[in-house]
């Protein structure tokens, strides 16, 4: 037998030492059999083989052993039996059958005993042909083991065709994003020095935002400290307005008390002095009324016309009625002249010169309480009414009736206002 055993796992040569080989007849070294115990699942405490799958118990698989010796010793001196090879045995068939040809056509007994020595080797050789049929018949189980080898390197082997491609698709997947990576190198180093440059500049940001923080903050506490100062100095001024305001009034105080007390005597003197102006005013007064003269005194005795002017009075719009008797008669010795008005700026001013009054007799009927005949007429109504006479003119321009009552609004004094 050989010295070597082709291993049916790793498919390497290994010497008959590192062989094991289990219940089923297949071998395999004493390194593939142990991974592929570890690798498998045991069911029931038992692993099927890597080629047939029988099962066998982790202990089972045995190294073999061979011994080799002579044949001719182990014949006890006999001479050694005839190898069990093909060739030889047609060789030892052939010559055996020569010896038988031989018997037949010379019989002696020399022939005969030469073709019996034949035919007992011929004899000897076909008890070596069952050693001749077991090693074909291992030979024939060996190839029949190997077969599956045969189909798995196949498939190995297509899967390594595969593998090479995926390989051959990784590299050159490989190669392009090496590609691609240079470019985005390429482009990193171009946006490089902007980056660093913006950088730069935020640390400069930086830098100036601290710097007016700090600024800002320094501010903040020097307005802080002179916003306390200014507090304090208007709280101070307050102290001072108030102080002096009490002081200012305390004094104003005592200056108007005293004023007060100094203007007593003055007060009193120009309220006599007022007093006797004021009765002298009323005297002028009731001497300088100009009473209307008969001409234009046609109304009855009960009601009356006046009028007074004053150089401080404004003139008002007269009616229709007013200028019929302003138009009718201008006498001027007719109008009732007062010295003063009832304004307060006339009070204090100096009388006018104006000619003395005229007083002219009033004339009346008998009755008293009868109006001439020219002064009464008859409406379409049948009452009886007031006629305004032609030539008479109305000093104050006041119109009456029967019962004394203005006709017209009534104004008593200026319409501008006093201006103190």
Not at 189 to 195: A, H, R, S, V
Not at 343 to 366: G, H
Not at 379 to 408: E, F, I, M, V
Request: charge should be positive; hydrophobic fraction near 30%.
């Amino acid at each position: 037998m050989p010295s070597t055993v082709l291993c049916s796992i790793c498919q390497d040569i290994h010497a008959i030492a590192d062989i094991r080989s289990l219940p089923c007849g297949h071998t395999y070294c004493a390194t593939c059999i142990p991974a592929y115990l570890a690798a498998t699942r045991a069911t029931r405490g038992k692993y099927p083989c890597p080629q047939c799958r029988a099962p066998f118990k982790n202990s089972e698989p045995h190294p073999i052993f061979l011994d080799h010796g002579d044949s001719a010793s182990q014949a006890g001196g006999r001479s050694a039996e005839p190898v069990c090879h093909s060739g030889p045995f047609h060789r030892q068939v052939a010559s055996a059958l020569r010896e038988v040809t031989r018997v037949e056509e010379d019989q002696r007994a020399q022939t005969v005993q030469r073709a019996a020595q034949e035919m007992e080797k011929v004899t000897e050789l076909m008890s070596g042909r069952d050693c001749l049929l077991g090693l074909l018949t291992a030979v024939a189980a060996r190839w029949r083991g190997i077969l599956p080898l045969f189909s798995t390197i196949a498939k190995q082997r297509a899967d390594i065709a595969h593998l090479r491609g995926q390989l051959q698709e990784a590299r050159e997947q490989t190669k392009r994003a090496e590609r691609v990576a240079e470019e985005a190198v390429k482009e990193a180093e171009k946006t490089l020095p902007t980056l660093q440059s913006t950088q730069k500049e935020l640390l400069e940001a930086k830098i100036t935002l601290q710097q007016l923080k700090k600024t800002m903050i320094s501010q903040a506490d020097e307005h802080k400290t002179e916003l306390e100062a200014n507090k304090q100095h208007v709280s101070r001024l307050h102290d001072q307005l108030h102080a002096l305001k009490l002081h200012v009034r305390h004094n104003n105080k005592e200056e108007i008390r005293k004023l007060r007390e100094e203007a007593k005597p003055k007060i009193c003197h120009l309220q006599a002095a007022a007093s006797r102006e004021t009765k002298a005013l009323a005297n002028r007064t009731q001497s300088e009324l100009e009473v209307l003269s008969p001409r234009t005194n046609r109304i009855s005795a009960h009601s009356q016309v006046s009028e007074y002017t004053s150089s401080t009075m404004r003139k008002r719009k007269r009616s229709r009625d007013d200028d019929e008797l302003l138009s009718s008669d201008e006498d001027p010795d007719s109008l009732l002249y007062i010295t003063h008005t009832l304004s307060p700026r006339a009070k204090d001013a100096p009388a006018p010169q104006r000619p003395p009054p005229v007083v002219k007799p009033l004339s009346f009927s008998a009755d008293p309480w009868q109006l001439p005949s020219q002064q009464v007429n008859r409406s379409k109504s049948g009452s009886r009414a007031l006629q305004r006479p032609a030539s008479s003119t109305n000093p104050l321009g006041l119109l009456l009736d029967a019962k004394g009552k203005p006709l017209a609004p009534v104004q008593t004094g200026s319409r501008r206002r006093a201006k103190f």
